[in-house]
């Protein structure tokens, strides 16, 4: 069983920066792609980004991309998205997500990933 535990979100101010950890409670985290979703209250869940199991390909939605950067330390069984100039429309519960798959490329689609977080909450404020 996967067991993923989000840390990080809290209150900030528009154009501040904050880093999500993802702690993974897993046997050989390295062989997973990982990725953060989020989630905007009436919102549908959208993808942010993912890292693939080697930390060699990362891939980002087109609103953060520039601003955020994900990264993983296998020696920690962890996985961190960097947020930087944060907006108002960052604010959403973020969620980290695992896959246990070998890809070049992370999964993009949420129907892909096997195993979630409960989620963290990010708020940005103007």
């Known amino acids: 069983q996967v067991q993923l535990v989000e840390s990080g979100g809290r209150l900030v101010q528009d154009g501040g920066s904050l880093r999500l950890s993802c702690a993974a409670s897993?046997?050989?985290?390295?062989?997973?792609?990982m990725g953060w979703f989020r989630q905007a209250p009436g919102k549908d869940r959208e993808f942010v980004a993912a890292?693939?199991?080697?930390?060699?390909?990362?891939d980002y939605a087109a609103s953060v991309k520039g601003r955020f950067t994900i990264s993983r330390d296998d020696a920690k069984n962890t996985v961190y998205l960097q947020m930087n100039s944060l907006k108002p429309e960052d604010t959403a519960v973020y969620y980290c997500?695992?896959?246990?798959?070998?890809?070049?490329?992370?999964?993009?689609?949420?129907?892909?990933?096997?195993?979630w977080g409960q989620g963290t909450q990010v708020t940005v404020s103007s």
């Open positions: 997500t695992a896959d246990p798959v070998r890809g070049f490329y992370p999964p993009r689609s949420a129907v892909e990933y096997d195993y």
């Open positions: 890292i693939n199991w080697s930390g060699g390909t990362a």
């Open positions: 897993v046997d050989e985290f390295s062989n997973y792609a």
